[in-house]
């Protein structure tokens, strides 16, 4: 009798807690959006609720056009920039978890932070040298950006009305129910959903903007740059984490392997796509997982009768960069029905890809 009453207890407080602080989306549908595209929709939404405890709302307007060649689906997120000072006192005081703790230890105490930057202007090397240097002065170095969302679940103000538009594409064939597998032929749309999502919570990187930056002599200068973005925090390669004044994140736009890392690149977590112009990239927008590795959901494309699931690699991410984790160690079981279904996608790898941007 004497175990049981505390048990009792934290099961009350648990339900309490999952009833009361869920990350919450506010969701606006364009009248093109169908009832059953919307369900399909809400259920991608509820996939990020039931991951999340922040006890914020994030407000999408969601809806279908006709986008670009091979483009299945996008997302226009709300940027929001702060000093990195403030970012880095909201880190820390949203440290709810051990990845949390290591993460925050491997961040440089501000007002500055270092990183390898290439193809500016300002180049030492030469302008728009693809050569990397350090840089750890100017403006760059002391202001980061991120989503609003991003920016909500880190408890920083935020003013946007909104803060993100989602566009699926119409001119695709999409399976609304993954419980049953995804249709050959069709796209897994939940699965898409949950992605486009997944990069208004801040699954984004600055190097997008440098690669749409460098490419048009004279390009901009390093101070321009003001994109590093949270996820960029912890993204790292084996030339950055050798920098000789200690690790610094790299930020170059190059075809050099990047990695995630929540200790400043000593464990080398899952490779980043590394930039969308394929003369300096491998072809994939920065702003995702490398490609065809199964990381997670936040690979850069999908293919027809593929399952898209969230990972573990997935969950750490945006555990890092600022959402709370509503469990605070997921179920071994979790993890097995993770990588079974990583496992299913692989194996479909054959089908026509298409860009999930
Ligand atoms: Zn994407």
Redesign the pocket.
Known sequence: MKLRRPLLTVAVLLAFSSASQALTFNLTFTPTTSLQEQAAFQAAAARWSSLFADPVTVNLAVGTAALGPGILA??GSTRVQYSYTDVYNAFSADRTSADDQTAFSSLTAGPNFGMLINRTSNNPNGALSPTPYLDNTGANTNTIRMTSANAKALNLPVSAASDATITFGNSFTYDFNPSDGINPGAYDFIGLAT??I??ALG?ISGVDILVGNSVNPPGFADDAFTYVNTLDLFRYSTLSVANASGPVIDFTADTRVKFFSINKGVTQGAGFSTGSNSAFGDGR?A??WKDNLGLGI?D?TAGTGELLAISANDVQAFDVIGWSLATAVPEPSTYALMILGIGGLLARRHAAQQ???
């Open positions: 996008q997302a992605h486009e997944g990069h699954f927008q702003s995702h936040m850069p860009r999930a941007a």
